[in-house]
């Protein structure tokens, strides 16, 4: 069983940032693949970044490559998303993912672990 917490959400102005992070328990934390999805109101939760469970591989949707930056520290049980240049439709809820090794990282089918999510609102 694995219990994820994210937080650093929040309210920020279009080309601000900020870093959501995502605490994870459990001792087999470093196995497992990590993603970000994110859900706007009345939208299907979509796919924003993965990472593998060694950090070998990195995913990212079209729309936030070159702006977002996932990475994770196994020491800590921590994922991390660094969202730089931030615009109106990252509006969303952010929700952290977890994996046992499915290979895939792109639907929400692949995941088995979710957090309960954190806002990101951007104003413009």
């Known amino acids: 069983q694995v219990q994820l917490v994210e937080s650093g959400g929040g309210l920020v102005q279009a080309g601000g940032s900020l870093r959501l992070s995502c605490a994870a328990s459990?001792?087999?934390?470093?196995?497992?693949?990590m993603g970000w999805f994110r859900q706007a109101p009345g939208k299907e939760r979509d796919f924003v970044a993965a990472?593998?469970?060694?950090?070998?591989?990195?995913y990212y949707r079209d729309s936030v490559k070159g702006r977002f930056t996932i990475s994770r520290d196994n020491a800590k049980n921590m994922v991390y998303l660094q969202m730089n240049s931030l615009k109106p439709e990252d509006t969303a809820v952010y929700y952290c993912?977890?994996?046992?090794?499915?290979?895939?990282?792109?639907?929400?089918?692949?995941?088995?672990?979710w957090g309960q999510g954190t806002q990101v609102t951007v104003s413009s």
């Open positions: 990472i593998t469970w060694n950090s070998g591989r990195k």
């Open positions: 993912a977890a994996q046992t090794g499915s290979a895939a990282y792109y639907s929400t089918r692949d995941y088995d672990y």
């Open positions: 459990g001792r087999t934390f470093s196995s497992y693949a």
